[in-house]
Every structure is written in structure tokens, then in C-alpha cells.
Nanobody, 124 residues
Framework: QVQLVESGGGLVQAGGSLRLSCAASGRTFSRHIMAWFRQAPGKEREFVAS????????SCAESVKGRFTISRDNAKNTVYLQMNSLKPADTAVYYCATRTWPYSSASSRDYDYWGQGTQVTVSS
């Protein structure tokens, strides 16, 4: 089993920044790819960014490119999502997820373990 715990969400004004953290524990060989998804009320869960634990290769959705950065600290078993220039449209519950297959995917169905989510609210 893999456990994922997100933190760092909150309320921020438009143009502000937040850094989300996802602490991972459990079977390390089961979490080749770490990703962030988000889900706004009434909308489907959407891919935000992903990173490979081993190579550090990243992938990012077009909607957040240039504003959000995903990174990892292998020693701390933690993945981060640095979010800058936040917009009201970024308001959502942000989820950390991991998959056992060593290739990134933008589909939530391809991820095996999920955190409980952390709320991010951006006011205008």
C-alpha cells in the first residue's frame, strides 16, 4: 500500500502563490509517477502536473504551464506543487496521486493511489 498526505492548501488572492506538499509513504516501488490533479465543483477531475520519482521528468497541463512547477525531494519522499500567479479559475480541491506504471498519464483512471485532497481557493 501507498499512503499520500497533501498539505498547503488555503485561501489566497488572485496573483498570489501557494505551495502544496504531498508526503508519500509505503511501497516505494509502487509509485513511479507522482501527479497532481484538481477538481472544481461540478467539474471532472483534471490533470495538473506529474513527475517521475527516478528521473525527475515532468509534465504539465497547458492551463498551468509557466505558473505551476512540480518538484520532488526524494530524501523526504515528498512532492511539491509551487503555484504562482494564481487565478480564481484555479480554485479546486487538489489531489496527489501515484501510479505503479513508470510513464506519465493525464488520465485519473491510470492512477492507483490518491490522497484525501486539499482545498485551494483563489479570490478575485
Amino acid at each position: 500500500q501507498v499512503q499520500l498526505v497533501e498539505s498547503g492548501g488555503g485561501l489566497v488572492q488572485a496573483g498570489g502563490s501557494l505551495r502544496l506538499s504531498c508526503a508519500a509513504s509505503g511501497r516505494t516501488f509502487s509509485r513511479h509517477i507522482m501527479a497532481w490533479f484538481r477538481q472544481a465543483p461540478g467539474k471532472e477531475r483534471e490533470f495538473v502536473a506529474s513527475i517521475s520519482w527516478s528521473s525527475g521528468t515532468t509534465s504539465c497541463a497547458e492551463s498551468v504551464k509557466g505558473r505551476f512547477t512540480i518538484s520532488r525531494d526524494n530524501a523526504k519522499n515528498t512532492v511539491y506543487l509551487q503555484m504562482n500567479s494564481l487565478k480564481p479559475a484555479d480554485t479546486a480541491v487538489y489531489y496527489c496521486a501515484t501510479r505503479t506504471w513508470p510513464y506519465s498519464s493525464a488520465s485519473s483512471r491510470d492512477y492507483d493511489y490518491w490522497g484525501q485532497g486539499t482545498q485551494v481557493t483563489v479570490s478575485s
